[in-house]
């Protein structure tokens, strides 16, 4: 049985939400590229108070939650909901009944960004309350229109609040206001009316303005913008580091070039596979973390690198970049080489770069020219690469 004191955040999130737009609910659809409903679950999981999450989905959509939302340990599985989300709820709470919480934060699926602030408030005022709802205040002037658009009167204001979720119950509480609500045939737009029509007294406490609601595909847009612009201030810190590479021309009937192999005459001298391009690359991320270079991570004398492709080199730095909680903003690599011609190879190497930093093709440039018949180059007696990366990590990320 769960503990006196437990918390379980049921997650309503079995509407089509077709005002959204899109072929799929809006509840999976991506904010800043991640589901909208794997962000309000994460919400309540990494809360300390909340003991598990229970999501109700609709019918169909067994396979876009499982996709969607990772199954974590405080997890329960979902339950398919009804048509009314009134009768979601209910389908919700029957569930919980079998192994009941002590209080149950009722929460709308589409709403992702309900902060722990509010959650802290709505469990505290349930410390004295059967029923609390966050609420803010209506600061616009409101009217009453009809069906065709006329006016009928300006409705004071004083007093008037927004109701949002999680909205907060004593178990016993809600599921019995809910099964009442449900033998009258009523239909309510919250929890928090069921709760009034029961007869359960309703406590308001403040809500929280960004934590909206999204419905329609503007909103979905909104978040979008929101949520990546939070991301890019979270990653303020910018760097950009630079890398150079070269190898000598040697035996051998292909090169590997930005980890793609190319027939040529020749083959390029070097302890790994000698991928001038992948090496600047590597280099480059190396030194915009400020973290030595390739052959200090992967030196020559180490056998283990022998014949090395250097793809590994590459996701290795990228891994580092991850492990600051930073992200690849922009590769861009110059090849200089008389031969083999690189424009064919082009893209070829951008979508391979982009695999194998997991970013994409547009964030990744590949250029080349020749040196004009001057220098080692020119003499086609190795191939040279210069590269720049730039990275994004977060204010005071340590190696």
């Known amino acids: 049985m769960n503990a006196p004191s437990s918390v379980t955040a049921l997650i309503v999130a079995a509407g089509r939400g077709m005002r959204a737009g899109g072929d799929i609910p809006k509840q999976y659809q991506l904010v800043a590229g991640i589901p909208v409903l794997a962000r309000t679950v994460e ?3 990494a809360h300390p108070a909340v003991s598990d999450v229970q999501v109700v989905i609709g019918a169909e959509d067994q396979g876009a939650y499982e996709a969607a939302v990772a199954q974590k340990s405080r997890m329960r599985p979902s339950v398919v909901g009804q048509d009314s989300r009134q009768g979601s709820v209910l389908a919700g709470l029957r569930v919980l009944s079998s192994n009941a919480p002590d209080r149950v934060l ?3 699926g589409a709403r992702p960004f309900a902060n722990a602030a509010l959650i802290d408030r709505v469990i505290a005022a349930l410390q004295h309350s059967d029923a609390v709802v966050p609420t803010l205040p209506v600061s616009s002037t409101i009217k009453a229109v009809d069906g065709e658009g006329q006016v009928g009167a300006t409705i004071p204001r004083d007093g008037l609040h927004a109701a949002e979720t ?13 099964e009442k609500a449900a033998r009258s045939g009523l239909q309510f737009t919250d929890d928090a009316a069921v709760a009034e029509w029961a007869g359960v007294p309703v406590r308001s406490v403040p809500g929280e303005p960004g934590n909206i609601k999204l419905t329609t595909a503007g909103d979905i847009a909104m978040a979008d913008r929101r949520m990546t612009m939070e991301a890019m201030l979270g990653l303020g810190d910018i760097r950009i580091g630079h890398g150079y590479d070269v190898h000598a021309f040697g035996s051998g009937t292909f090169v590997t070039l930005g ?5 040529h005459d020749a083959g390029l001298v070097g302890h790994s596979d000698a991928d001038v391009a992948l090496h600047a690359l590597t280099d480059a991320i190396f030194g915009a973390l400020a973290d030595g270079d390739i052959g200090a991570h992967f030196p020559p004398s180490d056998p283990q690198w ?9 996701a290795d730095a990228v891994r580092r970049v991850s492990d600051r909680g930073g992200i690849v903003a922009h590769l861009d690599v110059s090849i200089l080489a008389e031969a083999p011609r690189i424009g064919p190879h082009r893209d070829a190497m951008r979508q391979r770069i982009a695999a194998i930093c ?11 020219t020749t040196n004009e018949g001057l220098g080692f180059v020119g003499r086609c007696e190795g191939i040279a690469a210069h590269a720049a990366a730039t990275i994004r990590l977060p204010f005071g990320a340590k190696a």
């Not at 999680?166 to 809910?178: D, E, K, M, S």
């Open 43 to 45: 919400a309540f999981l």
């Open 106 to 108: 009722i929460h709308d």
């Open 166 to 178: 999680p909205q907060g119950f004593r178990f016993p509480v809600i599921l019995a206001a809910h």
């Open 259 to 263: 980890g793609v192999v190319i027939p």
């Open 306 to 314: 022998k014949g090395a492709p250097s793809d590994r080199f590459l």
């Open 358 to 368: 997991g970013i994409d093709i547009d964030r990744v440039g590949v250029k080349a």
